[in-house]
């Protein structure tokens, strides 16, 4: 079982950027998907999650600014990010968990993707 992150990169402070993540190895339609991210020298944080119901949740940092999308048929999560700040800055990883959930932590999770970086330049 295998959760592929990708799409980070540097935008600009201000600017837009997806990511996504696409599972294998299993289907994922039972799960709720969303995203953690980790700051150099923080803790992982949770970011976003969204049930298979299509209920979602967001941390107070990215609330209204980031939404989370998921295609059940492709396996996949998306995390669109608009007006990104330089604190936005950090390895995003994405992440599954059997069931719903109104947020996580850390230790709730089954499955991890690798990660992947975004860069925001102010």
């Known amino acids: 079982v295998q959760l592929q992150a990708s799409g980070g990169g540097l935008v600009q402070a201000g600017g837009s950027l997806r990511v996504s993540c696409t599972g294998s190895?299993?289907?994922?339609?039972?799960?709720?998907m969303g995203w953690f991210r980790q700051a150099p020298g923080k803790e992982r944080e949770f970011v976003a999650l969204?049930?298979?119901?299509?209920?979602?949740t967001y941390s107070d940092s990215v609330a209204g600014r980031f939404t989370i999308s998921r295609d059940s048929a492709k396996n996949t999560v998306y995390l669109q990010m608009n007006n990104v700040k330089p604190e936005d800055t950090a390895v995003y990883y994405c992440?599954?968990?059997?069931?719903?959930?109104?947020?996580?932590?850390?230790?709730?999770?089954?499955?991890w993707g690798q990660g992947t970086l975004v860069t925001v330049s102010s």
């Open positions: 190895g299993r289907t994922f339609s039972n799960y709720a």
């Open positions: 992440a599954a968990r059997i069931g719903a959930a109104l947020s996580w932590t850390s230790r709730m999770i089954d499955y």
């Open positions: 969204i049930n298979r119901s299509g209920f979602s």
